[in-house]
DNA sequence: TTGTACGCGTTATCAG
DNA sequence: CTGATAACGCGTACAA
């Protein structure tokens, strides 16, 4: 069924019922006789060919981490809303924290008719970089600083800063940190160096000999809290890098020490189910819907006035349960 | 940068140029040629009229009723993971749970340019059957059986059965049970069903009375449990139809009889992270991940041999940590 | 093995 | 307000 024979049937030209669909310069009568052979028909035009004549697919690539993540599934439900009320679509690809299949997809995304490509950020190589420099498509990336690319994220350090300040009122005598790996500068680099700080500033110290590497699991984290309780009976805080890894260094705690127990454990993130269960610890609201949200109305606004600048747009934060 | 200006600037024609891209009918000389010039502009070929000419994206579309739900997100992972390896891509659409989003979706996927759609299924309403009656764009199912469309479930009934008969054996006295909505069939009826079954037959029957909604939420299911627990002492086993509302019903139980108490509490579905922070509760393990990649699999075998019967899979599931 | 010519289904332009 | 016509960029008979 294509627009040809619905003019023929309606006894009008095609490109009548082309307006018919698109603007609206159609006299009330062939309207009406456009709409009943439709009907009839239950014929939808070719969104291919239509995107073929108009250059534009309506469609934004995105790509993702770890879709099974909360943090990554509130940003990508940011986005959905976004693009959606702006007629977009979303194409969504995941990396399972791969950086090949990462560079893949955005290669992919570049010849794919996609109008623009946002990409939640973790790592930063220099191929990154390189495709940063070289893409001609309009892209943002949330959740990381990045040079020379549109980006919008968090203030983790600022963030991680205030929580560390706040722990410290508590005067907790020996605190440990589980983090995660540098090459994530947000959540590697600039939660630590916050956290570090603000507990500095308030007189409890991070101790050097106990921070370890919790790898974005509960189960690593768990067993990192163990081993260092285990270890270390004197340790009275456990400071996290996510809340994914404070609920494994809370069941440690419980194991170790009983329920109960005096150990204060922090997160990040302020992931629902943590905070539900653990009837909440302290942790940092990063607002990951509003970041995916701006995200994606920046991109675009890229895609549609072209020729813009680079912006970076640092978002706010907000301790809790602290 | 078209196929012309490339032909034109390798002193070839266009055709040969195509042909470069798809079947391999050039001679090693041409095809070094264009490959420099290909090189050299970095041309990529337009998806979009290639898809028109085809007449075929390489795009399934999948439509999820929750994209932060971990059953969904290890759903649409499977379905990822198969869709790649195929070399089509996903589009995802996320409905929030609201039935007209869902159907909005489900009809703009029928006239964008996917080859087929994937639906994560929860409720079954009139116009879901008659979509799915009247749609001629390939079509599956996933999480739900439904007369008339290729579906992929889980054997909620079976396992439920096979959780209660287990719970039983431990003897409990009085069980109560937090479910859901009876819309979503699945959840709401089948594992409340077997459940039922498997509990009465081992001896230990839910209680009428002791029966509640919990709505898909740790809250809700936190609220329902404390004041079940509040209001009756005697119950000693407190059954839920998701891992997640089982999350909400432990933390009750430690709010009102405190830490060690006996209350056994059942979850369904191997949610990763409240099996790690509690410890692991009985539940039933569903392999989300397999029916995702399966129900793509499904799919894309109909697009690609069109006319082919609806088929329906029950997959089987293991009971866990009882 | 190579090139020519046509058509995929729309929409934009332009003349009426 | 309406209709004819020319692209959009590519793939593929068909002829050479």
């Known amino acids: 069924m294509t627009i040809k024979e619905i003019a023929r049937l309606a006894g009008v030209s095609p490109a009548m019922v082309s307006r018919y669909f698109n603007n609206g310069y159609v006299s009330e009568e062939k309207r009406e006789l456009i709409a009943k052979v439709v009907k009839e028909t239950g ?3 070719s969104v291919q060919a239509r995107n073929l004549r108009r250059g534009k697919a309506n469609l934004i690539g995105v790509v ?3 879709i099974s993540s909360e943090s ?3 940003m990508t439900s940011g986005i959905e809303e976004a693009i959606r009320t702006r007629g977009y679509q979303m194409l969504l690809a995941n990396t399972e924290n791969n950086a ?5 997809y955005l290669a992919l995304f570049e010849r794919y008719p996609v109008d623009g490509i946002v990409l939640v950020g973790t790592m930063e190589t220099p191929r990154h970089r390189k495709f940063i420099k070289e893409t001609k498509t309009p892209f943002v990336i949330i959740g990381q600083r990045m040079e020379g690319a549109s980006c919008i994220y968090h203030d983790d350090r600022g963030a991680a800063r205030e929580l560390g300040r706040k722990i410290a009122e508590h005067r907790p005598e020996c605190v440990a940190y589980i983090g995660v790996t540098p090459e994530d500068r947000a959540v590697g680099v600039e939660r630590r160096d916050g956290l570090f700080e603000g507990l500095a500033e308030g007189g409890s110290p991070v101790r050097d000999d106990l921070i370890r590497d919790g790898a974005f699991s509960t189960e690593k984290a768990h067993e990192e809290a163990k081993a260092l309780l285990d270890a270390h009976p004197e340790i009275d805080c456990i400071c996290c890098a996510t809340d994914i890894m404070a609920a494994g260094a809370i ?3 419980n194991e170790v020490l009983g329920y109960g127990n005096d150990v204060i454990v922090s997160g990040f993130g302020d992931n629902h189910l943590v905070q539900s269960i653990t009837g909440g610890i302290p942790t940092v609201h990063l607002g990951y819907r509003t970041s995916g949200r701006q995200g994606a109305e920046m991109l675009i606004s890229q895609v549609e006035n072209p020729g813009g600048m680079a912006s970076m747009v640092e ?8």
């Open 100 to 104: 090949d299949i990462e560079l893949d």
């Open 72 to 74: 990554v599934a509130r």
């Open 315 to 322: 978002l706010g934060y907000r301790v809790a349960n602290i």
């Open 251 to 253: 069941e440690a705690a």
């Open 64 to 66: 993702v981490p770890r």
């Open 43 to 45: 014929y939808k035009p």
